[in-house]
């Protein structure tokens, strides 16, 4: 059965920490992995990674990606509250040579203190 | 503006009553899908639409239809709710790959909280 595990679910940490958050997945057919950020409503995407050891950087989120140990993190560096969120990571799933479903794993929920 | 619209965005009904969401999106993206998410368990695929007139099971599908007759338009059907549909539901879209991606964004509406008593 293919799945994505996040961990940690919840973390609390102080406004300039830095935060590592990390997901892992077993599936049959990988494709791509995908971050995304959910606050009070919808989720928004963040980084897409297909090839292992590049890293993806957006500002203080830096995300990278290890097809061989099958995981990924995403790095946030100088955490503000504004931060605080639901961290969602999915893996597109390979649907004959195009694009297939996502499967979530159930967010980090991280909470960024003054 | 790309858009991705949901209606309604609150719902509280009975049991038994059939309801639709609807979901329409501007973008003329050929993959739609269905998501709900609960606490604890995160975000779980409905069904998905790959075109128009294509549709399949995803990972909890019981207790719901779709239907896509056109390729901007996919409802979600409950045709006899029950409380344990109560949830937050998410429609989303997929742009096809970019020249020299492998894959695309995925787009969400703003979400449809349902409460069935």
Known sequence: EDKVVQSPLSLVVHEGDTVTLNCSYEVTNFRSLLWYKQEKKAPTFLFMLTSSGIEKKSGRLSSILDKKELFSILNITATQTGDSAIYLCAVELNYGGSQGNLIFGKGTKLSVKP | ?117
């Open chain 2, 1 to 117: 503006e790309a858009q991705v619209t949901q209606n309604p965005r609150y719902l509280i009904t009975v049991t038994g009553k059939k309801l639709t969401v609807t979901c329409s999106q501007n973008m003329n993206h050929e993959y739609m899908s269905w998501y709900r998410q609960d606490p604890g368990l995160g975000l779980r695929q409905i069904y998905y639409s790959m075109n128009v007139e294509v549709t399949d099971k995803g990972d909890v599908p019981e207790g719901y239809k779709v239907s896509r007759k056109e390729k901007r338009n996919f409802p979600l059907i409950l045709e006899s709710p029950s409380p344990n549909q109560t949830s937050l539901y998410f429609c989303a879209t997929r742009s096809p790959p970019g020249r020299g991606l492998i894959t695309y964004e995925q787009y969400f509406g703003p979400g449809t909280r349902l409460t069935v008593t």
